[in-house]
């Protein structure tokens, strides 16, 4: 049958920002693939979002719906994947590179006895031939490779290819999957889930990312690192340093050890830029470094860089952030 299907993953009945950015790339890929753009969704109570991916191209849709599936399971999800694959046998398949994804691809993978592109930041069709390109080598370089096993496995970073709603949203058709025979047998169950105290944006989607790092000295600065945030739409990251001495969590952290990140900005408070965080952020659009030492490493790399003290520096900015949004109130 051919074509491409997307991995459209949603979390408590909300769609992660990467899976329209995967639908949305699997639509202009389309006419060079051949075939149909499918999704497949799964979780509990989803018949509510079917539409929302016809904004984006999802001609078809595989869903399973079933209580069990509220919280993901690495064997009944990808039992589920390998039904809609069979279904189709679709010519390339398209995943978010997000905690859930990178569970489950090498899952489907091994099954299939194919190799995955993991990191995905361009895919490239021409004649007939697949190549994608991903950062090697701690971000440093660009690698460009060909894919020759079909059906091709493609992880796309979060945040690194545009959404395009459609100005006609197609009505996708909806095949319905049965998961109860799925579930049957299944030896890995969610047995709790603790939420975090404070709800956060995921640093892999998020568009602005303001990290702190050793010199804020302690974990009270990191209130006035969360105002300028949340005043920029955005969310609140780390270095490893600020991690380890217990100031943050780690589900903030940056960096090699954390979280690979590619915000459209990313602002640097007291981080001094060392290889493990340069890996982290490398990608992002636009990058801001706040720092006291004008010898930080993070000023080689920064696109803008303020050498004072970020204690001064932070509170102007959102003073001044402040007045600019009354401003156009």
């Not at 299944?186 to 990290?211: C, G, H, Y």
Request: charge should be negative.
């Amino acid at each position: 049958m051919g074509g491409i299907l997307v991995f459209a993953e949603q979390r408590d009945g909300e769609f992660r920002r990467v899976a329209f950015e995967a639908v949305s790339e699997a639509r202009r890929l389309k006419e060079r693939i051949g075939g149909p753009v499918a999704a497949l969704l799964i979780g509990h109570n989803v018949g509510g979002l079917t539409e929302t991916l016809g904004r984006y191209g999802a001609e078809k849709l595989y869903v399973a719906d079933h209580e069990f599936l509220a919280r993901y399971s690495g064997e009944a999800y990808r039992n589920i994947f390998l039904d809609a694959i069979e279904r189709m046998k679709p010519s390339m398949i398209v995943v978010g590179s997000t905690a859930m994804g990178r569970d489950l691809v090498p899952r489907i993978a091994a099954k299939l006895g194919v190799p995955a592109a993991m990191e995905v930041t361009e895919i490239i069709v021409e004649d007939g031939v697949v190549r994608v390109k991903r950062p090697i080598q701690m971000g440093k370089i660009i690698a460009t490779y060909r894919l020759r096993s079909e059906p091709y496995i493609i992880v796309i970073r979060p945040n690194t290819f545009p959404v395009e709603e459609l100005e006609e949203p197609v009505s996708p058709a909806v095949e319905v999957i049965d998961a109860s025979k799925h579930i049957e047998g299944v030896r890995d169950r969610v047995v709790d889930f603790v939420a975090a105290e404070k709800k956060m944006m995921d640093l892999t989607e998020a568009p602005v990312i303001v990290s702190g790092g050793r010199g804020l000295g302690g974990p009270e600065p990191f209130k006035m690192l969360w105002e300028l945030a949340e005043l920029l739409g955005g969310t609140v990251g780390a270095s490893r340093a600020a991690v380890d001495a217990g100031w943050i969590s780690h589900d903030h952290q940056v960096g090699l050890t954390g979280k690979i990140v590619s915000p459209n900005l990313y602002i640097a408070v007291g981080i001094s830029g060392q290889i493990q965080h340069k890996v982290g952020c490398i990608n992002s659009k636009v990058i801001v470094a706040i720092n006291k030492d004008p010898e930080a490493p993070i000023f080689e790399f920064a696109d803008y860089g303020i050498v004072g003290d970020l204690f001064e520096v932070v509170p102007r900015l959102i003073e001044e952030i402040k007045k600019l949004k009354q401003s156009k109130s």
